[in-house]
């Protein structure tokens, strides 16, 4: 399976593209592509996944070089962690199309 990156299934591809590539700039991709496989799986539950995708950005955000750019980084991933938490039950379970 390849993960179809920042987005739900549903979204347009360059849509998803364009956002994964901007998301690139802040997170490491291993991040959403990890998030993304156990959506596809679904497994582990749902809950665990998100918490796994949130931990995974705040890792990121560490490794930032400036302070400023570590608390956006931070301030995005508990932005996109309350969008798959809301919103997630779509794509959870359900093979991407792509």
């Known amino acids: 399976m390849i993960a179809n990156g920042l987005g739900p299934w549903w979204f347009p591809s360059a849509w998803r593209r364009w956002l994964t590539a901007l998301s690139a ?16 799986a679904g497994d582990p539950p749902r809950s ?31 932005f996109f962690y309350a969008l798959v938490r ?5 794509s959870y379970g359900r093979n991407s199309p792509d």
């Not at 700039?25 to 596809?40: G, K, P, Q, T």
């Not at 949130?54 to 956006?72: E, S």
């Open 48 to 78: 665990v996944a998100d918490y796994g995708f949130l931990k995974a950005m705040i890792r990121d955000a560490g490794r930032t070089d400036t302070l400023l750019r570590m608390i956006a980084c931070i301030a995005l991933a508990f």
């Open 86 to 90: 809301l919103f997630g039950w779509a």
């Open 25 to 40: 700039l802040f997170f490491d991709e291993a991040s959403w592509r990890i998030h993304d496989v156990s959506y596809d």
